[in-house]
Each structure stands twice: as C-alpha cells, then as structure tokens.
C-alpha cells in the first residue's frame, strides 16, 4: 500500500481511495499508475508502457494518450502544472510526487511486470495479401509496374547517385507522393487543379494500388508517414479554409485532426512519438513559426523557432537521432536567392546553419544516415528545381540531378538508396484573339509572360533553350527571334510606345532588376540598383517605366535614363495597371482590396472609381487599360466552375461585356495590344508524375 498526495494506492484490491473514498479509476488507468510508481523517478516511453499495460493487443499511442488523460482527471492532477504525473516531451511520462510505503504494507512491493516482446499486429504477408485484395478492380490507369528494389547501398557511401529514374505515373495528376521506410509501397495523392483528389497507396512489389481516402473535392497539401510505415499523415484544407493535419492507420478508419492552422511541411521523428509542422498566422513580429508535437494527438505543442515578415519557414525534417530539425527559411519575396538551410536542437532551440549556400527556394529535406543531406531546391537564375547533396560538416554542396527537370517533395527510404519525387513540368501555349473573341492564333510556344509591340508582333518570356529568355515573333507565330541569352531568368517584358526599347525583369545580379535593350536585342543594360521588381507599363511620353517592386509589392516608377527610383504607391498589391496618363491605377488583391474593381487617383491613392465584378464571387486574374483610357480588360475567374473569362469595362460605367470564356486552363499571363484590338493569354496546367529513383555507387 502507498500513499501519496492524499491518496493511498492498494496495490492487492487493484483500488485508489481518497480521504477514505474510493477513488473511480479504469483498469488500464489502474495498471499505468502502478507502473509510473514503480519506475520512478525515470520516465517510463510511451512504447514500453503500452506494451505492459495492453501486452498483446495492438493500439494506437491515442489510446495511451486518453487513458494517462483521464487518470491525470481522478487524481486531480494539472497536466500544465503537475503534481503526480509529468509528461516527458516526445517520449512519455514520469512520476514526480512523494511517494511513502506504509510501514504495516512493508512487503507489499509493486511487482516487477514482465515486458514482452511488441506484438507483431500485422506480419508482411498480412499486409501483402491486404493490399493485393483491396487491389482489385481499382488499378489506376496512367502508372506502369515498378520492380521490387535491392539492398541498402546508401547505408555505405556519402554521396548517392547517379540515380536510374523510373517513370510510376503519367498521367501528370499525382500531387504528393511518399515512399515507406522499408520501400514495400509508396503513398500518393491523385488528382490537381481541378480534379477532385484521392490519396492511393500502391505496392512496388506487384504495382497493386489500394484507395486509402476516397475522392472528393478536399484539397491536400503535403504527406508524411510514421517511421513503422503504419501511420499517414495528411496536410488537408478544412471547411474555413485552414489546413489541418490529420492521423490515420494506413490499414484504415476514420481520420483524426491533430492540429490546426498548419501548413503543408511536417516530418515525422525517428521515434515516431514527434510530428514537427510550420504554422504561420502572418503577424509581422510571427510570420511563421516551427512547432513540435505529440505525433499521435498533436497534445504538448511547442514553439521552436519563428520568423518575422518577410522571412517564413517552410520544409522541415528531422535528423536522424531526433535531437534536431533542419529547416528551410527565409523569403522568396525578393526574387533573389534569400533562402537558407538551417538546424534547431529540439531540446534547446539553439540554431546553427547547415549550409552557407543560399536558395531561391527549397521544396524538401531528407536526412541520410551519415547526417548529409538531399535537398531539393532551385537558385534565383535557374528555371529548374535539381536535387543536391550537402555534405555532414562541411556543407559543401553537389548537384545530382542533371536533366532540367523540376523536383519536389523528395523522400527516401531508411538506407538512402531509393528515393520517390514528384517531378513537375508546365505545358503552355499563347493564344491570340481579336477584341471580339475570335481566335486568330494559338502558338505552342512555352511562355510565362508575353506584351504586344509594334509592327504586329508580340514580345514573351520562355524555356524553349532551357532558361527564362525573351524572345519576339509574330503574332501568328511565326519569324521568332531570341533576344536574350544568359544562364539567369530574364521575364516580364515591356515594350515602349515607339517600338524602340524593351524593359524586362532580370535575376543576373542576384535579385531581379529592371533591364532595358534595343527592340533587337542589343545593348542590354541594368536600370534599377536600388528596389527591384518587374516593369508593368512604359509612359506614353517615354519619361518613366512604372515597375512593381518584388519584395513589398509596391508601386514603383524609374525614369527612362535610368535613375531616381521613386516610390509612386504604398499599397500593398497583387497586380498593377496604370492609366494612359499616369494619373490612375487599377489595383488588386492584398491591400488593394477584393470584390470589386476600384481605380485609385495618383499619387494620393484616393478611390476614384469602383465597379461591381460582373458577377458576385468571381476573382480577377488579370487587367489592362487600353491606350486610349476608355475602358479596361479584365480577366476573371469563377471559384464555382473554375472557368477563366475575359471582360470590357468603360471607364464612364455602364456595365462589364463578356468577350470570350476561355475555359478550364489557368491563365498564366495576359496582355493588351495598344489598339485594344487583340489581346493575348498563356494559358496551361502543370502536370505532376510520380518517379521513382534508384542510387547507383560514385
């Protein structure tokens, strides 16, 4: 018999009494209390307790978690403040109270419970023979067979590759995809855009593929799975519009939420007991901050590091002995490259960089054995996202990957020798249509912004050599002419009103700054030095290029020659559009405002004009004057159907004219030719295929 705190524990009647009451306390929540007693003052892990209090039963940590909750509620005990039972973070708890034995009980000892072996809750053959008859009839068309994978080989050597590639899908709709520590299967989400979406789990060993959540319009944001492949974890948006994370067995049942306002980047700790997460609530003294948490609730959250404005912090993963999360931070704002690599110690929160490299951005982390890491990532004058290797120590950095490919979301199995991706790649073409709706021309040319010039032709930014350069042709295609050739991005074109120059945005110094060059390409020169962005439209005078700056998202404007910045409006916006005459701005999204479409007066940015959007809820995507100040041309987008329109507004009121519906495709970028006549669209989709990628020996 012991008592403590008041109570007194009758180990023999399996009973708990207090100020000679009997105190209403489970079984299991019986057995718990004995153990914390008998261990103490050590803590008892989560895995050993569960294995002695359910010994030869499979439960989940929640069950653990609900019982050490109610028992803390018989006991009177605070889990913030305790008194009797204290929670060891990521691991699991510890008595702390005085404990006496009573002198007439000397005999009375807690028994020394024998602890068994984890019960194997499913053997792989269960597993397998699951999976194959949850397989059948719901094969996904589009993935091809994947062989069974060999040995370790990564265990043994620090730079991995060169990686054979193997296609498993093609259907370019798989968003998200993970592979399990011990490669016997790969999770995948199945749909994008517009698509609803599913996540699938499928076999590399037979190709079978088991639907693990059904379709629906839910949208899904990242994936993880627990170190014993027996959990996934999900990033999902819920009805607010939040993300949340949710839990669940990969052999079925219902979801549960373990934490909210999330974003999409969480790992999983070696233990599997910690799931680590970013939320971001956008205060300028937090804009982001990294949490970890119990992985089985999301119970014991705890602040790790934060971020102020601009900088966020994205993916995140812990290192393999759990005593530390690598992590992406910085901002993108800028256009240059201001991402960075860094470490914090879980325990201490202490920070220490991993790299002195810099990024433009990093989509994913994942810890090799020997503490190097894989990452991938993508540099400010590179169109494509390659994985590289960052040496342990040193942070020297190798490039693995050659082909131009873009890759995200990497993940790997326990030796580092296989790896799943997701691999990207945009397919866009410009069309052109006459004013009245009429297309007059498509062009597969592979462009990301396009401007009218004069003498009928078109100036736009493409990949066609690999990099972001400008080139002109056309407006049905043809006589295309590259003007720009430099390994960094060049984007954005702008033409003056005399044909003679060109304005463009480019990252060659690092961040991106305004460039200007002859209408053929020769004498490129840098404009900006102090705030950069990209130009949005040359005065009709030829005085000044007004630009949008990429780091606040403000208004700019810079003279002809090449000097005097000036700050033309401090608001906050998506996109810009300004007048003819300099003295009016369309402005839109953030700051700017939303639901309907408002003209501001410069420089003051007093509202001058506000029109209805031509129907309740759509978004607009695009705008522009035309040259004569008349009217401008929206583009919209309708959240319900998801279609893409084009719309004339007069300036004088009246009400918006439909032109064209342009459909399905997202629209990328838009432009007005100056006689308001033609206007142009990039439209296409991104398409997301699944590989997966096998080291070789270097």
Known sequence: IYEFEGFIVDVDDKTVYLDGQKVNISLKGFEILCELIRQRPRVVDKRPLMDVVWAGSFVEEGNLTFTVSQLRKALNDNVQNPRIIETAHRRGYRFIADVKLRPDAAETVFPVIERPEPPETRSADKVKNWLLAGAAGVLLTGLTAAAWLGGDKGSQQSLPGPFEIEKLSTDGKVAYTVLSRDKRFVVYVHGTGRDKQSIWLRQLESGSHVELIPSSDDRYYGLALSPDSNFLYFARRIEDGRLAIFRVSIYGGIPAKIAEDTQGWMSISPDGLAISYVRCSGQEDDNCSLFVADAADGLNA???????????????????????????????????????????????????????????????????????????????????????????????????????????????????????????????????????????????????????????????????????????????????????????????PVATQDGRYIYFSSNRSGEPHLWRMNADGTEQRQVTTRVGGWPIFASLDGKFVYFHNSTDRTLWKISANGSDEQLVLPIRAERFSVSPDGAKVLATGAAAGSGSLNVLGLPEGKTLLTYALPRPGLEIVEHAWSDDGREVVLITRDPNDLTYSVWRQRVDGGKPQEIKNLGLDPVHHFALARDAKHFAVIQGDWKHDAVLLRSGVR
Do not use: C
């Open 302 to 492: 705890q602040k790790l590091i934060t971020r102020n404005k601009p900088n966020r912090i994205g993916a995140n993963e812990f290192a393999p002995d759990g005593s530390s999360i690598a992590f992406a931070h910085g901002q993108t704002d800028s256009g240059g490259n201001d991402m960075s690599l860094s470490e914090v110690n879980v325990d201490t929160g202490a920070e220490s960089p991993l790299v002195a490299e810099r990024f433009f951005e990093i989509k994913s982390i994942t810890w090799l054995k020997d503490r190097s890491l894989l990452v991938t990532a993508t540099k400010a004058t590179e169109p494509d996202i390659p994985i590289w290797h960052i040496s342990k120590g040193s942070g020297n950095i190798t490039r693995l990957t050659k082909d131009s490919e873009v890759y995200s979301r990497l993940s790997s199995d326990a030796g580092g020798s296989t790896f799943v991706a997701t691999r990207v790649r945009r397919e866009t073409h410009i069309n052109v249509f006459d004013i009245l709706g009429g297309l007059e021309k498509e062009s597969v040319a592979d462009a990301s912004s396009i401007t009218f010039a004069g003498a009928g032709r078109i100036i736009f930014s493409g990949l066609m050599t690999g990099n972001y350069e400008i080139w002109s042709s056309h407006r049905d295609g043809s006589d295309q002419r590259q003007l720009t050739n430099d390994p960094a991005g060049d984007s954005m």
